[in-house]
């Protein structure tokens, strides 16, 4: 069973992150596992280091003086 949450950033074209959690895979297996971004629309996506496992993903106001909003990842 495979559990995920694609979730689109407002307000920047193409980018999208995926919370992935592959219970099929083996514990050392990394791949199927963990948040991963893409920026040209799902074309490819990127592992994002230090998420060993991801359920959802949101976005949240961004931090004072920044315009780009906060991941919330669960």
């Given at each position: 069973?495979?559990?995920?949450?694609?979730?689109?950033?407002?307000?920047?074209?193409?980018?999208?992150?995926?919370?992935?959690?592959d219970?099929w895979?083996?514990?050392?297996?990394?791949?199927?596992?963990?948040?991963?971004?893409?920026?040209?629309?799902?074309?490819?996506?990127?592992?994002?280091?230090?998420?060993?496992?991801?359920?959802?993903?949101?976005?949240g106001?961004?931090?004072?003086?920044?315009?780009?909003?906060?991941?919330?990842?669960?």
């Amino acid at each position: 069973m495979t559990d995920w949450s694609l979730a689109a950033v407002p307000g920047r074209t193409g980018e999208l992150w995926l919370a992935l959690e592959d219970y099929w895979a083996k514990d050392d297996d990394e791949a199927g596992k963990g948040l991963h971004l893409s920026r040209d629309g799902g074309a490819t996506f990127v592992k994002v280091a230090g998420f060993r496992r991801a359920y959802a993903v949101a976005f949240g106001a961004p931090r004072p003086g920044r315009t780009n909003p906060t991941v919330l990842v669960s």
